[in-house]
């Protein structure tokens, strides 16, 4: 066991997590601390290479590229000036202020990094959040998720291998999504679209109908957060795209061949993926002197500091962040995870620099979109000038969607290679419908 004790010299920032919040605050606090070693930063992540969360669900239909859309995290370190420890954490000791890190093998068995414990000064836990099965039945042994890549990955080898099997054997198959949030609606989508690049023909005008897509939504609309207008249009589109809908069917098992509804309804699918909920790691309920809510989220005062604890902060989907001042939750998306990022950058920074700060965590609810693969995109944008909610949707919505992960690369990559890579991604776009095989 390797032991790492602190740099006496300059403070410690310890960020367990690189995604959509932890990749961006060590960017900035790399840049603006580790460059000029007025403190030392240190990112642990289980993974070794970054890639979008929102964007998961284009990983498991082969639409993103694991050569130009994942980041390798060591390369990225040597650039922005932070160190990068490979494995899981499932143990802060807040007394000692240490944390250890679980040893990693490779796919021989051995050690390629062994368990390390390392104290730090400043602690900022930014692990996410995974799929939450709600305790039902069988839900983890016979389901598939998109928690993370290698979740994504296994996804695509399973659906390209039931579509081309179905193709080959000439017989249908059957896919069932539960969950009709964002997760859920989007990756119906791109199966649709990886469905039409198998037939030739769209979903909905494929008169044999040999694949199947069932979406299945406890409650009575897709999309429960926003109004209920957009989940009628949401639920008509899907539709139209050859989707079946089962609104407001509340699961209570699930088998190997079909999905059991409270009412007794089951539906048959050959294959299963859960996307509803999120679920915190149990792992956080252990930490000493921190309180978590009953999915596990770490509780934070309006500074994101971990109630209970001393330099310890939550931010991204494993916080319990309430909007400033209010009783009003901060939901787990990514805007807000960037937002609660950029926040404590310049608050850690100014903690570094002796600069007093009282500022408070304030989200900024900038609207949502949604992106149906190729076939059309939705948008809802606030608008603080008008005073109200403007809607749009084609086009627009789907630049509007590009846009916001061109901001995600141009905050962990800076402008110059975010540009680079969008001219890239365009100029190597392949024309028409694709399903990658590999
Ligand atoms: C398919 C899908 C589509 C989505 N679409 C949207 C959308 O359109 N818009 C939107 O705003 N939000 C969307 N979301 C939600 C959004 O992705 C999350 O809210 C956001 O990624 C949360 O950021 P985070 O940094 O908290 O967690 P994550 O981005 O999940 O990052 C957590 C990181 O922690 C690492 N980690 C976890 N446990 C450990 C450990 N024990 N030790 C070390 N490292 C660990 C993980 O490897 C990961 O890199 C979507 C989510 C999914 C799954």
Same mark, same amino acid.
């Given at each position: 066991?390797?032991?790492?004790?602190?740099?006496?010299?300059?403070? *410690?920032?310890?960020?367990?997590?690189?995604?959509?919040?932890?990749?961006?605050?060590? =960017?900035?606090?790399?840049?603006?601390?580790?460059?000029?070693?007025?403190?030392?930063i240190i990112l642990v992540d289980k993974n070794i290479n970054h890639v979008w969360k929102p964007r998961l669900h284009e990983v498991a239909s082969g639409a993103l590229d694991e050569a130009t859309d994942f980041i390798n995290l060591?390369?990225?370190?040597?650039?922005?000036?932070? *160190?990068?420890?490979?494995?899981?954490?499932? !143990?802060?000791?807040?007394?000692?202020?240490?944390?250890?890190?679980?040893?990693?093998?490779?796919?021989?068995?051995?050690?390629?990094?062994?368990?390390?414990?390392?104290?730090?000064?400043?602690?900022?836990?930014?692990?996410?959040?995974?799929?939450?099965?709600?305790?039902?039945?069988?839900?983890?042994?016979?389901?598939?998720?998109?928690?993370?890549i290698n979740h994504a990955l296994s996804v695509r080898k399973r659906l390209t291998n039931i579509f081309l099997g179905a193709a080959k054997a000439n017989r249908p198959t059957s896919i069932g999504i539960v969950g009709g949030g964002a997760a859920g609606v989007e990756l119906c989508a791109e199966i649709a679209r990886m469905a039409e690049s198998i037939s030739g023909t769209p979903l909905a005008k494929d008169p044999e109908r040999k694949i199947?897509?069932?979406?299945?939504?406890?409650?009575?609309?897709?999309?429960?957060?926003?109004?209920?207008?957009?989940?009628?249009?949401?639920?008509?589109?899907?539709?139209?795209?050859?989707?079946?809908?089962?609104?407001?069917?509340?699961?209570?098992?699930?088998?190997?061949?079909?999905?059991?509804?409270?009412?007794?309804?089951?539906?048959?699918?050959?294959?299963?993926?859960?996307?509803?909920?999120?679920?915190?790691?149990?792992?956080?309920?252990?930490?000493?002197?921190?309180?978590?809510?009953?999915?596990?989220?770490?509780?934070?005062?309006?500074?994101?500091?971990?109630?209970?604890?001393?330099?310890?902060?939550?931010?991204?989907?494993?916080?319990?962040?309430?909007?400033?001042?209010?009783?009003?939750?901060?939901?787990? !998306?990514?805007?807000?995870?960037?937002?609660?990022?950029?926040?404590?950058?310049?608050?850690?920074?100014?903690?570094?620099?002796?600069?007093?700060?009282?500022?408070?965590?304030?989200?900024?609810?900038?609207? =949502?979109?949604?992106?149906?693969?190729?076939?059309?995109?939705?948008?809802?944008?606030?608008?603080?000038?008008?005073?109200?909610?403007?809607?749009?949707?084609?086009?627009?919505?789907?630049?509007?969607?590009?846009?916001?992960?061109?901001?995600?690369?141009?905050?962990?990559?800076?402008?110059?290679?975010?540009?680079?890579?969008?001219?890239?991604?365009?100029?190597?776009?392949?024309?028409?419908? *694709?399903?990658?095989?590999?």
């Amino acid at each position: 066991m390797k032991s790492s004790s602190p740099h006496k010299s300059v403070p *410690r920032i310890i960020v367990i997590g690189a995604g959509a919040a932890g990749l961006p605050l060590v =960017s900035t606090l790399g840049k603006a601390l580790g460059k000029c070693a007025s403190a030392e930063i240190i990112l642990v992540d289980k993974n070794i290479n970054h890639v979008w969360k929102p964007r998961l669900h284009e990983v498991a239909s082969g639409a993103l590229d694991e050569a130009t859309d994942f980041i390798n995290l060591p390369e990225h370190a040597e650039h922005y000036h932070y *160190r990068f420890e490979r494995g899981a954490v499932d !143990r802060v000791d807040t007394e000692k202020r240490q944390i250890t890190i679980s040893e990693v093998n490779d796919e021989s068995g051995n050690t390629t990094w062994p368990e390390r414990k390392i104290t730090y000064d400043h602690l900022v836990i930014a692990v996410g959040s995974r799929t939450n099965t709600w305790d039902i039945p069988d839900v983890d042994q016979h389901c598939f998720f998109l928690d993370g890549i290698n979740h994504a990955l296994s996804v695509r080898k399973r659906l390209t291998n039931i579509f081309l099997g179905a193709a080959k054997a000439n017989r249908p198959t059957s896919i069932g999504i539960v969950g009709g949030g964002a997760a859920g609606v989007e990756l119906c989508a791109e199966i649709a679209r990886m469905a039409e690049s198998i037939s030739g023909t769209p979903l909905a005008k494929d008169p044999e109908r040999k694949i199947q897509i069932h979406l299945i939504e406890g409650s009575e609309q897709l999309l429960p957060r926003l109004n209920q207008a957009y989940g009628e249009k949401f639920s008509s589109y899907m539709e139209s795209l050859g989707i079946k809908l089962h609104l407001g069917f509340e699961v209570v098992k699930v088998t190997p061949d079909y999905i059991l509804g409270y009412d007794g309804q089951t539906i048959p699918v050959d294959t299963m993926i859960w996307a509803g909920g999120i679920l915190a790691p149990p792992w956080l309920a252990k930490i000493p002197g921190t309180a978590t809510n009953a999915i596990n989220q770490l509780t934070v005062d309006n500074r994101l500091r971990c109630n209970g604890v001393d330099r310890v902060y939550a931010l991204g989907d494993c916080a319990c962040v309430y909007d400033n001042g209010t009783e009003q939750l901060i939901p787990p !998306r990514a805007q807000a995870a960037k937002q609660m990022a950029d926040y404590l950058a310049q608050q850690l920074i100014n903690s570094i620099h002796r600069t007093e700060d009282k500022s408070r965590f304030s989200y900024c609810d900038k609207g =949502s979109l949604i992106a149906f693969s190729h076939y059309s995109s939705f948008g809802r944008v606030s608008s603080q000038l008008l005073g109200r909610t403007i809607a749009f949707e084609g086009a627009i919505a789907m630049l509007a969607y590009r846009w916001s992960y061109w901001q995600h690369h141009a905050a962990v990559r800076g402008y110059r290679a975010a540009i680079v890579h969008f001219l890239f991604k365009q100029l190597t776009k392949p024309k028409g419908l *694709r399903l990658r095989l590999h």
